[in-house]
């Protein structure tokens, strides 16, 4: 007879902890709950505002501004990096009284609500909004009785920087957000979209209307296309649409997704076929008053129904178009590149969707369904031609970053990771080779700027000072490869913000162990003003302290892997504490953070339950080392990370008397799910406890595009020449017999990045192999958990706590919850904390 095992029960935990003994007999330790409490994404929003200088630069100068806000309320600046000159746009107390006088709700200078602020063409005054108390009727609205009829009043504003006159704009028509369907000319003169499968436009009057009024009779639409069906349409849908939503919406205009050449007589469409690529689907259980049904396309690895890409180009003028000539590998994939968007124009209500090119040519990519191959190329806009400029070719996957221009595009610098390390090299425009411009052991990201009339290139990079490899820097470097230089020195993590001239840049530094401060340099690097430096004195006096910092060795007893540990605020080196792994394998990311957050869920909340919690690399993660690094996984994907974090904890265990070895927890989202499972099946006398979110622990469907690219698809001719494609990859669900620990596994039921289907299977496997488990099913709920993340967190703290420290004290409420709710029947706003992307 089978033994007993924890199944499925809606709502929400569908099966309650079974009382037993913890896996290792220890004392029973509390759970600090009350600890943990205090450190929720709501009330961290309260002790840690601004962290880092967002900057908008202006249209006609170098100045810049920004708004930082810190416990005392919202400040904005204005900073002239010539002058070196940092001064407050407004005084707030007395703008504050000004907007009462004239909207008569009260204000002051800590409370104020401004919206949308912008410098006008001038740079003399600024414009800016706020919402008032007064409800309105809106606009599209004629009943005051009906549901959702009312909105508060929204008041304008025009503010004189030099006589500092503050004047509302009465009658003030606001320019509209931009819809999604619309793909708007360069000189705004037409603006594309999709319908019934088709391409339309309308000019710029009717546009107008449409602003206004989407429904508007008099709109006068021209149809572009006639061929256009279900699954080849040109343009695309609207995402996470139930089949009813789907039917709703057949008639609406929807986003056409194309790039426009700079004289807007041209553009570019990609148009796909996936008629033949399978359905897949979810079922919404809680929506009302009847469950919904979403039917999605969706190929599989290794499955021969791809969709069919094409590229098709738009003579505007003259309303034709033609489909260009771009196939050359079986199941191909196509991409065109927008032009970089300029900082100064960051604050446009319209900012055109432009191809990487010029008027006579632009640039796109293709690439092999094996990844291997990757052909850089341009179309002459005058004869169709396609051109391979630049051919990337690799015995693993290959990876491409958009190639910066000169003179449109007489020359390029390309990115590449051809010799084991990603580099900038520089072409002519016939895909010829001048020179390698960066060269060494050490990984090149952005292109930051190109200032072409000095040959001067810009970049981020990490890896090339003696330092964590993963802190970011930026640099110059001449384009024949002389006078690399470093430009923002320092044993931190950098993000920053160039003006378009190249002339400055803000840079913020930060170190998980130290708290964010913004600068302002020039382009040589010379430090010229302190700007803002976060402010954590009520996170501090919370008795917040900062992680720690770790480097071991990889379980190759070589390879230098780079982790963060996180204690308990109030940790006692006396003590044992049980470890937990945060993980996330990668590829394309590691879980390990590098600067300041004030995200703290899975890292420093969890550690305040009792436990020293850590993430560190692992071979195969991160992107930013060597392509070795990177790759290390290829061929083996379910494995590969695994010997390294247990490598780790041994290392850190042997080095600390207070880390008890006997109790490891581990846990991760998506692919730290499916790692955090696949741990305790590989070693399952090592790992104790596994909390497993949202894992993708069956590979074969998962998309195609995740899974063949980071494990590998063979591409194999027949001997009648035909191309086909085998996939195979171990599943976790293939271990469910080695299971010894404690597994909680969690999914969204309505996730249709990483399907329920992948957990379903893993739990099928552990009930037939009759195994203990426990199942938390997540309603209504995509990848990311959504207004139920605060919720999942104590589920996941419960489990550690239970089964790591031996405390089965938890009651049925989860009281850190129900005591920061309002008990007014009204939920809290951000009780639900942070929803996470998907």
């Known amino acids: 007879m089978k033994k007993l095992y924890s199944l499925i029960a809606l709502p929400l935990l569908v099966a309650q902890a079974y009382a037993q003994s913890p896996v290792v007999a220890q004392p029973v330790i509390k759970g600090n709950y009350q600890l943990a409490s205090r450190y929720s994404p709501t009330k961290i929003r309260k002790m840690v505002f601004s962290t880092s200088v967002d900057a908008h630069w202006l249209k006609s100068s170098d100045r810049f501004w920004y708004m930082y806000e810190t416990g005392n309320g919202k400040q904005w600046y204005i900073v002239d990096p010539s002058s070196r000159s940092k001064k407050v746009l407004f005084d707030n107390a007395k703008l504050a009284a000004a907007i009462t006088l004239i909207v008569k709700d009260p204000f002051d200078a800590q409370h104020l609500p401004i919206e949308n602020l912008k410098f006008t063409k001038d740079e003399k005054t600024i414009q800016f909004e706020l919402k008032s108390t007064v409800e309105q009727l809106k606009k599209d609205r004629k009943d005051k009785k009906a549901a959702d009829s009312l909105e508060k009043k929204t008041f304008y504003f025009q503010y004189n920087l030099q006589d500092q006159k503050l004047v509302e704009l009465k009658n003030y028509e606001k320019v509209k957000p931009k819809p999604m369907w619309a793909s708007i000319a360069p000189d705004s003169s037409a603006i594309i979209f999709s319908k019934k499968y088709n391409l339309y436009w309308m000019d710029k009057a009717n546009y107008k209307k449409a602003l206004k009024d989407e429904n508007d009779s008099t709109i006068v639409e021209h149809q572009l296309t006639k061929d256009g069906v279900e699954n080849y349409e040109y343009g695309s849908s ?353 879980a390990v953070n590098k600067a300041f957050t004030s995200s703290m869920n899975n890292v420093d909340r969890l550690a305040q339950l009792g436990f020293v919690v850590i993430s560190v690399g692992n071979r195969g993660g991160n992107p930013g080392r060597s392509k070795w690094y990177h790759t290390y996984g290829y061929g083996n994907l379910r494995d590969y990370g695994l010997a390294d974090k247990k490598a780790t904890v041994e290392q850190l265990a042997d080095k600390y008397p207070f880390i008890d070895i006997t109790r490891v927890g581990i846990t991760g989202h998506s692919g730290g799910g499916f790692m955090s499972t696949a741990a305790m099946l590989v070693y399952p006398d090592f790992y104790k406890v596994a909390v497993s979110e949202s894992g993708n622990h069956d590979n074969s469907i998962y998309n195609r595009w995740w899974s063949e690219k980071h494990h590998g698809v063979k591409e194999i001719i027949t001997p009648k020449g035909d191309t086909i494609f085998q996939y195979s990859i171990d599943k976790n669900q293939d271990l469910a017999k080695n299971l010894k620990g404690r597994l909680m596994l969690s999914t969204g039921d309505i996730d249709n990045n990483v399907h329920p289907a992948g957990t379903i299977r893993v739990a099928n496997a552990l009930i037939k192999a009759n195994k203990r488990f426990d199942f938390v099913l997540l309603p209504g709920q995509r990848h990311a958990y959504g207004d139920m993340t605060e919720y999942f967190f104590w589920q996941k703290a419960d489990y550690f706590v239970k089964y790591l420290l031996g405390d089965f004290s938890q009651p049925v409420d989860i009281t850190e919850i129900e005591r920061d709710v309002e008990q007014n029947n009204k939920r809290a706003a951000g009780t639900g904390g942070e929803t996470a992307g998907q």
């Open 238 to 590: 609207f995402g996470n649409e139930t089949n009813v939503e789907r039917e709703k919406n057949a008639k609406k205009r929807k986003g056409a997704q194309v790039l426009w050449s700079p004289d807007a007589k041209h553009f570019v469409l990609m148009r796909t076929d996936q008629r033949m690529v399978k359905d897949f689907w979810v079922i919404n259980s809680v929506a009302m008053p009847r469950p919904t049904l979403e039917t999605y396309k969706y190929q599989m690895p290794g499955e021969k129904e791809a969709p069919l890409r094409e590229m098709l180009l738009f003579d505007f003028a003259a309303k034709t178009s033609k489909k260009l000539n771009v196939a050359v590998f079986k199941d191909q994939e196509l991409s065109t590149w927008p032009a970089p968007q300029l900082q100064k124009n960051r604050d446009d209500e319209f900012r055109p969707s432009v191809w990487l090119g010029s008027n006579s040519k632009f640039y796109f990519y293709r690439t092999g369904r094996d990844l291997k191959k990757i052909d850089v190329c341009t179309v002459d806009i005058n004869t169709g031609a396609v051109k391979v400029v630049i051919e990337e070719r690799m015995n693993t996957y290959v990876e491409i970053n958009r190639p910066g221009l000169i003179n449109d595009g007489k020359e390029l610098v390309q990115w590449s990771e051809r010799d084991g390390w990603a580099h900038f090299y520089l072409y002519d425009e016939t895909g010829k080779l001048k020179n390698q411009i960066t060269s060494g052991s050490f990984h090149c990201e952005d292109i930051v700027n190109i200032d072409q009339k000095n040959r001067v290139l810009y970049f981020t990079a990490s890896g090339r000072e003696a330092q964590d490899p993963y802190y970011l820097h930026l640099y110059r470097i001449n384009l024949d490869g002389s006078h690399l230089e470093l430009l923002n020195p320092g044993n931190f993590d950098n993000t920053l913000s160039m003006s378009d001239d190249s002339h400055y840049f803000i840079n913020t530094a930060s170190r998980v162990n130290a708290a964010p401060k913004s600068v302002l340099y020039d382009n040589a690097g010379h430090k010229l003003m302190d700007l803002e430096s976060t402010d954590l004195s009520a996170l501090l006096a919370s008795g917040y302290k900062f992680p720690e910092p770790f480097k071991v060795k990889a379980d190759d007893g070589i390879t230098d892997l780079y982790g963060v540990m996180y204690k308990p605020f109030d940790f006692d080196p006396a003590k044992k504490y049980p470890i937990i792994e945060y993980v996330y394998p990668g590829p394309q990311t590691e």
